[in-house]
């Protein structure tokens, strides 16, 4: 289960920028090691070693997508990036089934109501990270809109938590 967390535009602006300086430097360094290494052992001096170039520097992207998964996805300094690829992850699966989710909020549908908002408090939130303003004035209204219907229907607007299970059943709804 995801949850919206308060964060700081600006804090995280730097803090993704700053994990992805040190995640290019790791895999430069990774790959011109890895390269060098594979010429001096299998090169032929003044040969074309471009194979040994091209393979060292494939290692290196297997070695990169192991340490992103295993060592640097729970280290303190890639949380925010950690933390915006889940948001995205979960915008993008109700993405995914939006045309289900607005058909059951136009019959009323209370748990394709809460995935609406929860959507548009989440993407509200990316907006806000990526300093993307483009847009942003229609998805207010939309959300002030959703949050008015929602408040006349009794249910709560602070749907900042996706619960996998309201993607399942807004999807067996629409059957």
Known sequence: MFEIQPMNADTYRQQTRRSTVIVALIFLALAMGL???????????????????????FVAVLAMAALMRKVF???????????????????????NVMHHVTAAVGKGDPVA???????????????????NSSDHSQLIREMDQ????????????GQ?????????AVKQ???
């Open 73 to 95: 996805w729970h280290q303190e300094w890639m949380a925010s990036a950690v933390y915006a690829w889940q948001l995205k992850r979960s915008l993008m699966s109700i993405t």
């Open 173 to 175: 709804a629409s059957r």
């Open 146 to 157: 959703h949050s008015d219907r929602m408040q006349a229907l009794g249910i709560d607007t």
């Open 113 to 131: 109501m809460k995935l609406l908002r929860f959507y548009h408090l989440g993407l509200n939130q990316m907006h806000q990270l990526d300093g």
């Open 35 to 57: 390269s060098t290494a594979a010429v001096a052992l299998f090169g032929a001096p003044g040969g074309d070693n471009l194979r040994f170039n091209v393979g060292g520097v």
């Open 160 to 168: 900042t938590q996706l619960d996998p299970a309201w993607l399942e």
